[in-house]
């Protein structure tokens, strides 16, 4: 008796070209929602760290009158012996102040951003907050002197992404989908579109953040915004300048 044997068809060349062509087109669709939602994961994780940092710039003012600044620093090492560093001129310098009050968890200056790597959690003297680690701008009243909470509560106190962590208003459109994360003076956080056209943020009326004069938050105050340190990238700090009287309020 003959036997017949069976064989298993295999793939042609043709098939497996189909099967790979499908499986790119499938991944190509999904990959633009699955950058979206990671961008949309990093804001609201910038966010929620903007609302930490607000929580304790609160209590900072509340025992040294002021958000951390150039004046309140020998206070706070008196007050908490700490051997941080608190000099310089990046945002950096000034949030190891909030560290040394009592902020003793670094990841809540972080912010996903080009700029930005994971902290460490090294508090240790020379280590805490060091170049890469923050990623939040810190908007003052001046070169060296912080807001308080008796100030204009719609004032920015925090902002991120920074293009390159620069110091002259300007938002990196990528990071969080063209959108910014802002503090205000409150507490509250909103995440505004960034405007293509110069990558600056604006509020009520068109105004941008830093605008000041006659009908904003900062009336004659000339805000200036610390960036971030970034081990090299961006630095210095830029005023703005006043505008007409015939501004529109916020």
């Not at 208003?169 to 994360?181: E, L, Q, R």
Request: charged share 20%; hydrophobic share 35%; no cysteine.
């Amino acid at each position: 008796m003959k036997m017949n044997k069976s064989h298993r068809r295999g793939f042609t060349l043709v098939e497996l070209l189909v099967v790979i062509v499908i499986i790119a087109a499938l991944a190509g669709l999904s990959a633009p929602m699955v950058l979206r939602q990671r961008k949309a994961a990093d804001r609201t994780q910038a966010i929620n760290n903007a609302k930490q940092v607000g929580m304790y710039l609160i209590e900072f003012d509340q025992e040294f009158g002021s958000f951390p600044d150039n004046n309140t620093a020998q206070d706070v090492k008196d007050s908490t012996g700490s051997s941080l560093d608190f000099s310089g001129n990046k945002s950096n310098d000034y949030f190891r102040q909030l560290i040394a009050y009592g902020a003793d968890n670094e990841d809540i200056f972080y912010t996903k951003t080009p700029y930005t790597r994971k902290p460490d959690k090294n508090l240790e003297p020379g280590k805490a907050l060091s170049q890469g680690e923050v990623g939040f701008g810190y908007v003052m009243l001046d070169a060296t002197t912080g807001q308080n909470s008796t100030g204009n509560s719609n004032r920015p106190v925090l902002a991120t992404p920074l293009l390159d962590a620069q110091t002259n208003w300007t938002f990196d459109m990528g990071p969080y989908g063209g959108k910014a994360v802002i503090l205000r003076l409150d507490n509250s956080v909103e995440a505004p579109i960034i405007r293509e056209t110069d990558n600056n943020v604006t509020v009520g009326g068109g105004k941008t953040l830093q605008k000041n004069g006659k009908g904003t938050v900062w009336g004659s105050v000339q805000p200036v915004i610390k960036g971030p340190d970034a081990g090299g990238v961006g630095s210095g700090t830029t005023t703005t300048t006043t505008d007409s009287a015939d501004d529109l309020e916020l």
